[in-house]
């Protein structure tokens, strides 16, 4: 099976606003790309809402993971 990719766009709330895309792929690979600029950040670059986004779009991620193994194995 292909590596799978969500796509989320977050616009910062403070300022500066920064345009984001932040790519998850199954399996665990982050890409955030500032769609001003077009330049993948890191996520050390992140600070406040959009850091917030990104964490808790990754523990949704590491729930769906562990529930797949969860179905698989049990």
């Given amino acids: 099976m292909g590596n799978i990719c969500e796509n989320f766009r977050y616009?910062?709330?403070a300022w500066p606003r920064?345009?984001?895309t932040f790519k998850f792929y199954s399996d665990g690979?982050?890409?955030i790309i500032?769609?001003?600029s077009e330049e993948?950040?890191?996520p050390n670059d992140l600070k406040g809402d959009s850091l917030d986004f990104y964490i808790?779009?990754?523990i949704?991620?590491?729930k769906n993971q562990?529930?797949?193994s969860q179905r698989k194995y049990a």
Avoid: G, M, W
Wanted: aromatic letters at 4%.
């Fill in 66 to 68: 562990l529930a797949a």
């Fill in 56 to 58: 808790r779009r990754r």
């Fill in 29 to 31: 690979a982050l890409t």
């Fill in 11 to 13: 616009e910062e709330k």
């Fill in 60 to 62: 949704v991620f590491i």
């Fill in 34 to 36: 500032d769609n001003r």
């Fill in 40 to 42: 993948v950040i890191s």
């Fill in 18 to 20: 920064r345009d984001l």
